[in-house]
């Protein structure tokens, strides 16, 4: 078991730039959720997945957000023509089952200048 | 939408002194997590609690969930300097159907050596 992983770490991008994130969820997980958190913030809830089915998004997820989860296992967040009210920390986590523990990965710091 | 309010904002301690942190809701929760976040890093599950009334320990921390189900709160005993960080209470809501977690603003701890 080697936790929930992200990819990139960090990322720098240009307005108007598509931008694609990937999560490796623990191997077990059939829950997978994305959140969005800003300097002095909680994290906020975007979109989670029950295997490969998109369950809930949040209003915050705008037409320029997408979010997959093909064969019930990673995951990506793809988020097209960038502004920079985007920079954040994406994050990632996964839980067995609903109500129990949901573990994070390490996060994505996305910058958009 | 749904908000946990979290106290205090922030707090200066010495070294060896207990910590107190609480959060609270006027939507009744029926999960709460404890996590702790350290800069550039995503959150680290501290304790869960799925029962209200329930008392769970984990070393020297010590976590509540509320009778009224609308409140949590974490205690930290005899503090160490690597107890710095942010401590986030989260809370999965009881009622809708939604998994998503809802998180309070955090609670920045400074331990003086």
């Known amino acids: 078991d080697t936790g929930v992983s992200q990819d990139p770490r960090h990322k720098i991008t240009k307005r108007g730039q598509n931008v694609t994130f990937r999560c490796d969820p623990i191997?077990?997980?059939?829950?997978l959720y994305w959140y969005r958190q800003t300097l002095g913030q909680g994290p906020e809830f975007l979109t989670y997945?029950?295997?490969?089915?998109?369950?809930?998004k949040s209003r915050l997820l705008s037409d320029r957000f997408s979010a997959e989860r093909p064969k019930g296992s990673f995951s990506t967040l793809e988020i097209q023509r960038t502004e920079q009210g985007d920079s954040a920390m994406y994050l990632c986590?996964?839980?067995?089952?609903?109500?129990?523990?949901?573990?994070f990965g390490q996060g994505t710091r996305l910058t958009v200048v | 939408g749904q908000q946990l309010n979290q106290s205090p904002q922030s707090m200066f301690i010495q070294e060896g002194e207990d910590v107190s942190m609480n959060c609270t809701s006027s939507?009744?929760?029926?999960?709460w997590l404890w996590y702790k976040q350290d800069p550039g890093e995503g959150p680290v599950l501290l304790i869960a609690?799925?029962?209200?009334?329930e008392l769970t320990s984990n070393g020297r921390l010590t976590a509540q969930f509320g009778i009224t189900r609308k409140d949590s709160f974490l205690n930290i005993s005899a503090s160490i300097p690597s107890d710095v960080g942010i401590y986030f209470c989260?809370?999965?809501?009881?009622?809708?159907?939604?998994?998503?977690?809802?998180f309070g603003k955090g609670t920045k701890l400074t331990v003086n050596p």
């Open positions: 989260a809370g999965q809501l009881f009622q809708g159907g939604s998994e998503k977690l809802v």
């Open positions: 986590a996964s839980s067995r089952r609903k109500n129990t523990e949901a573990f």
């Open positions: 191997s077990e997980h059939n829950r």
């Open positions: 997945f029950q295997n490969e089915a998109q369950l809930e």
């Open positions: 939507s009744i929760f029926n999960t």
């Open positions: 609690l799925y029962k209200a009334g």
